[in-house]
Nanobody, 131 residues
Framework: VQLQASGGGLVQAGGSLRLSCAAS?????????????VAWFRQAPGKERECVSV????????YYRDSVKGRFTISRDNAKRTVYLQMNSLKPEDTAVYYC????????????????????WGQGTLVTVSS
C-alpha cells in the first residue's frame, strides 16, 4: 500500500485547509480500502509525532485528540480510496508536518493511536499557520 498525502500549505490563523490521503497499490486492488483503518499524525519542529485523528474501516468510528476536537473532521471515501482531514479554525500551534498512516485490521471498530500499530505511511505534507 502506498499513501500520498497532500493539501498542506500556508494559511492565516482562523483559516481552513483540507488534507487528503490517497491510497494505491496491489493489495488495495485485491481487498479494497475498507480493510484499512487510517490515521493522521503530525510532528511539529522539535516535538514528538502525535496522533491527531483516526477513522475506522467503515468511517463510523473516529478519534480526535483534545486540542483539535470541534475544529478538525476526518472522513473517508472508500470508493475513491481517499481519507480527508478537514481542518477549520486553524491555530499557529497546528503548524506541523502531517502524515497519514494506514493499518490493516479485522476489527471494524478498531481505533488505534499508537504509531507502532501502523504499517503504511505517507510522505507528509507541511501545514503552516501564521498568526
Amino acid at each position: 500500500v502506498q499513501l500520498q498525502a497532500s493539501g498542506g500549505g500556508l494559511v492565516q490563523a482562523g483559516g481552513s485547509l483540507r488534507l487528503s490521503c490517497a491510497a494505491s497499490g496491489r493489495t488495495l486492488s485485491s481487498y479494497g480500502m475498507s480493510r484499512y483503518a487510517v490515521a493522521w499524525f503530525r510532528q511539529a519542529p522539535g516535538k514528538e509525532r502525535e496522533c491527531v485523528s483516526v477513522i475506522n474501516r467503515s468511517g463510523g468510528n473516529t478519534y480526535y485528540r483534545d486540542s483539535v476536537k470541534g475544529r478538525f473532521t476526518i472522513s473517508r471515501d472508500n470508493a475513491k480510496r481517499t481519507v480527508y482531514l478537514q481542518m477549520n479554525s486553524l491555530k499557529p500551534e497546528d503548524t506541523a508536518v502531517y502524515y497519514c498512516a494506514a493499518r490493516s485490521t479485522i476489527s471494524s471498530a478498531s481505533i488505534e493511536i499508537r504509531q507502532m500499530a501502523y504499517d503504511y505511511w505517507g510522505q507528509g505534507t507541511l501545514v503552516t499557520v501564521s498568526s
